[in-house]
């Protein structure tokens, strides 16, 4: 019996897992980068993803801009989200002085300012001895560059009142006497929204960010395999991060990009969300640190995107969506195409995975793997507009390579192909 030959749906079929294989091995080969070679900006740009829990690039770049801009950033988000883990990892690759400590609601403002309590003595002019009590703050927070404050919104008031001062002013009192405070940045990490008596010490923080548990599978996948392979570690000296601080201060904002933000806040108070002069004055120094990690001495519409993270402030879904609209649309309506084509592409795989119905998921799968490629269409359509405008396109690919990841899962886990092994082929 002669051997039956595949029809021409499934030579159709095997020709788009080959390509697709062929676009996941290239999406991996991006990936593999010779630290020797690195500027500084693509330093911190490396530092940023390899710190960054799986679904949260976006907030290792906040924490790496809110140390190149000497701000601060808060993480709010269920407890074993990666908030302290990716905290703690960016504090290894910076080499400053650091600090960190859990709050609670009963911890003194001397446990975060003072180390111990020395004491002195000395002669006085009428021959007689007296001893005299001196505070020591080596080693605690106002003497390091870098802090990390687990639970900061569980404080008591005065304890917060205390960091207010060393988070705004970047000083603080002891025995009476005011001192300068080292402290560059402050990393709050929080299970909770803030209540009303923190409003003020949360309004001090430019960057804010939400955590969630893991949606994707493949990113389950990743994080069971984490210690099979370990992410790589690159750090910076304090001598590269002082530079890296001053080469953002001199980054050129153009009078175009001035009016950008004009524009933008225009349209952000017409929505309803009001924001003070000085958090304003300090997005500014957010555009320049943009411009500097994407290795430009002149800032962009592309390094406004990131104030979409600056700009809301209660931590729901539908205010962080709204405000990241108003900024992308004000800016960048192109690069607002482009994110709004990656949600849609994570909606469909996100649909697949919460199917309970097996008889539905292969039929859900195949489905979904045809909406991915027309997604896939779509974004390089736009990246080729962005393209043919002259401007950078390396943020909007690699969104469009993670859905080429999105789609290569559910080849993978629900329509039963090998990539791995066509990879090998190619």
């Known amino acids: 019996m002669a051997e039956k030959k595949p029809n021409d749906g499934q030579e159709k079929a095997e020709k788009e897992h080959v390509e697709l294989a062929a676009a996941v091995a290239e999406v991996e080969e991006k990936q593999k980068v010779d630290v020797a070679t690195l500027s500084l900006a693509e330093k911190f740009t490396r530092i940023a993803r390899e710190i960054a829990p799986f679904e949260h690039e976006e907030q290792g770049e906040g924490v790496v801009l809110a140390a190149l801009t000497k701000n601060h950033i808060v993480l709010l988000g269920p407890p074993g989200t990666g908030k302290s883990m990716m905290s703690t990892e960016f504090c290894k690759r910076v080499g400053t002085s650091q600090f960190y400590k859990l709050l609670s609601r009963d911890l003194p403002p001397d446990e975060l300012l003072v180390r111990e309590i020395l004491y002195k003595k000395r002669e006085n002019p009428d021959g007689s001895a007296s001893v005299k009590f001196e505070k020591d703050w080596t080693g605690m927070l106002p003497d390091c560059e870098l802090a990390f404050l687990d639970e900061g919104f569980k404080a008591n ?69 984490m210690d099979e392979n370990p992410r790589p570690v690159t750090t910076v000296t304090k001598f590269e991060l002082a530079a890296a601080q001053e080469a953002v201060n001199d980054v050129e904002i153009p009078d175009a990009i001035l009016d950008k933000m004009i524009e933008l806040r225009h349209e952000i108070h017409n929505a309803g969300y009001i924001h003070s002069n000085r958090r304003w004055r300090q997005a500014l120094h957010v555009v320049k640190a943009s411009a500097f990690m994407q290795d430009k001495d002149v800032a962009d519409e592309d390094c406004l995107d990131f104030l979409q993270h600056v700009f809301w402030h209660n931590p729901t879904p539908d205010e962080i969506r709204a405000v990241r609209a108003l900024v992308l649309q004000a800016v960048n309506p192109l690069r607002q195409q482009i994110v709004q084509f990656y949600e849609e592409a994570e909606d469909v795989l996100r649909s697949l995975q919460v199917e309970k119905d097996e008889d539905k998921v292969q039929k859900l799968a195949v489905e979904g793997n045809k909406k991915l490629k027309n997604i896939q269409k779509k974004m390089k359509g736009v990246i080729k507009q962005i393209s043919d405008r002259n401007r950078p396109t390396a943020r909007y690919e690699e969104l469009s390579d993670k859905v080429t990841l999105m789609q290569s899962e559910i080849v993978s886990e629900y329509l039963g192909v090998d990539l791995s092994s066509l990879n090998m082929n190619i």
């Open 157 to 225: 008031s005065t304890t917060l009142n205390k960091l207010l001062d060393i988070i705004l002013d970047r000083k603080f009192a002891v025995n009476g006497e005011v001192h300068k405070a080292k402290t560059m940045s402050v990393i709050i990490a929080s299970n909770e929204v803030p209540e009303d008596e923190c409003k003020a010490f949360y309004d001090r923080f430019l960057f804010r960010f939400i955590f969630h548990y893991l949606k994707e599978q493949g990113s389950v996948r990743n994080m069971f395999r």
